[in-house]
T-cell receptor, first 111, second 118 residues
Framework: ELKVEQNPLFLSMQEGKNYTIYCNYS?????LYWYRQDPGKSLESLFVLLSNGAVKQEGRLMASLDTKARLSTLHITAAVHDLSATYFC???????????FGEGTQLTVNP | GAVVSQHPSWVICKSGTSVKIECRSLDFQATTMFWYRQFPKQSLMLMATSNEGSKATYEQGVEKDKFLINHASLTLSTLTVTSAHPEDSSFYICSAARLVEMYAGELFFGEGSRLTVL
């Protein structure tokens, strides 16, 4: 059974600071996704990571994937209040399309 | 990007009644759709995988007779919560798979449907 663990689960940080969210998974996988969820809303796709060593950046967020370590990171640079949300990583099994989600990281960026 | 639409976005019903939620892929054909449930402050939990023209595959612990799934066309899957009770109150999210390559497709999520059972 594929397990996906995120760390930390809750994160409160000041504007302007940097931080990294970690996503570990238990079996080999082809794809890893990062999503953002605002309260009461569905998921917003942030990144799709397809191969070992993949790195993608969008604004203040950068995601990377190490398939050998079964680890993905989501790095936040110079956080701003608008980044406050819950972030989920999700791993797609090699045998199909189903996703297994991590527990989520609730991020609060304080002014 | 591809669009997946859910309807209704918000529903309140009485205990014992049934509620139907629709999930439509608006601009692509989806042979596979997934139904997730999310309780407050928790992650998404996969309930079932819906395949067009065949029976849905339910995850362990999900009652197939309570959560009826119908995937009658390549653009529509429905989830019916039968005899709903307050513990069924949750945020239900569907996703649809667009086959881009041979074995796996990119997934697109609907806006979610919030069910409150009184």
């Amino acid at each position: 059974e594929l397990k996906v663990e995120q760390n930390p689960l809750f994160l409160s940080m000041q504007e302007g600071k940097n931080y990294t969210i970690y996503c570990n998974y238990s079996t080999t996988s082809d794809r890893l996704y990062w999503y953002r969820q605002d309260p009461g809303k569905s998921l917003e796709s942030l990144f799709v990571l397809l191969s070992n060593g993949a790195v993608k950046q969008e604004g203040r967020l950068m995601a990377s994937l190490d398939t050998k370590a079964r680890l993905s990171t989501l790095h936040i640079t110079a956080a701003v209040h608008d980044l406050s949300a819950t972030y989920f990583c999700a791993v797609q099994e090699t045998s199909g399309s189903r996703l297994t989600f991590g527990e989520g990281t609730q991020l609060t960026v304080n002014p | 990007g591809a669009v997946v639409s859910q309807h209704p976005s918000w529903v309140i019903c009485k205990s014992g009644t049934s509620v139907k939620i629709e999930c439509r892929s608006l601009d692509f054909q989806a042979t596979t759709m997934f139904w997730y449930r999310q309780f407050p402050k928790q992650s998404l939990m996969l309930m079932a995988t819906s395949n067009e023209g065949s029976k849905a595959t339910y995850e362990q612990g999900v009652e197939k007779d309570k959560f009826l799934i119908n995937h009658a066309s390549l653009t529509l899957s429905t989830l019916t919560v039968t005899s709903a009770h307050p513990e069924d109150s949750s945020f239900y999210i569907c996703s649809a798979a667009r086959l881009v390559e041979m074995y796996a497709g990119e997934l697109f999520f609907g806006e979610g449907s919030r069910l409150t059972v009184l």
